[in-house]
């Protein structure tokens, strides 16, 4: 692949109040060959400044409004885009935009959380569910790199208070074991594999106590690559100073 290409995944929480909050600064600043955003909570497909038309845009926001959605921006122009996975139970929340350029896939992704009585665990199991069986059958193909906020904590390593969350939404058995057995079909988590005993690094913090001033956080958004794709790795990162949301952007670069 000769260059180094970078990629920027980050849960915004709503896209226009990211533009309020520097959006185009730090795509400016960062200047990801591929950006790829989730809980974008757009109905219509907003006005982009002119001085970032290089970016192909493709933008897949859910049937409800004001509800979760994805967005993917990418200097080189696809050469193919899917919005979700073929599951209307699923695709209607607009969790999955599926990139295709000349040496990998990018697949963006906004996974269901399991709120906080669990009420929705099943329904996000069953997605998990259909979304291996949708990018193993990418992988046949060609490398595949997944992005974005999954919604668990894989490891106690991952979480501030393991204990303390041991049966909470993203960190509960079902959706930990979920994530195991996922890696083991042929993936790596990028981060952790460059940074395997890296304490203390999280992409999402809560809004109260203090949360993120005191670094109280969950590690749960990511770039997971084919196995045979990890040679490709350079860096792993987290920008935890990126404010704006109450998730950081998560990004590799890969040569």
């Given at each position: ?24 600064e ?9 950006l ?47 919005k ?19 040496d ?27 979304f ?18 999954l919604?668990?904590?894989h ?12 049966k ?10 979920w994530?195991?057995?996922f ?25 109260m ?16 690559v084919?196995?045979?794709f ?26």
């Open positions: 692949m000769g260059i180094t290409v970078k990629l920027i995944s980050w849960n915004v929480n709503g896209f226009r109040a990211s533009v309020r909050n520097g959006f185009y730090f795509l400016k600043a960062q200047d990801p060959d591929v790829c955003l989730q809980e974008i909570k757009m109905h219509e497909v907003p006005q982009i400044p002119l001085e970032f038309s290089e970016y192909f845009l493709v933008w897949n926001p859910a049937d409800k409004k004001g509800y979760s959605g994805t967005a993917t921006f990418s200097k080189k122009r696809p050469l193919s885009v899917k979700g996975m073929g599951e209307k139970k699923f695709d209607s929340e607009g969790r999955m935009i599926t990139t295709e350029f000349e990998f896939y990018v697949v963006n992704n906004y996974f269901p959380n399991s709120q906080r009585t669990l009420a929705r665990l099943g329904f996000k199991l069953e997605f998990n569910q259909h291996a069986k949708f990018v193993n059958k990418l992988k046949k193909k060609k490398p595949v790199l997944i992005c974005g906020d919604n668990v904590a490891t106690e390593i991952d979480i501030a208070r393991p204990k303390e969350n041991a909470n939404a993203g960190f509960t058995p079902q959706e930990r074991e994530m195991t057995d890696l083991s079909q042929g993936y790596v988590d990028s981060f952790r594999h460059l940074h395997p005993q890296t304490k203390d690094k999280y992409s999402w913090w809560s809004y106590h203090n949360a993120r001033k005191r670094n109280i956080g969950w590690r749960i958004d990511y770039f997971i084919s196995e045979n990890a040679d490709n790795l350079k860096t792993a990162f987290i920008l935890e100073d990126v404010t704006g949301s109450d998730h950081a952007p998560v990004g590799i670069k890969i040569k």
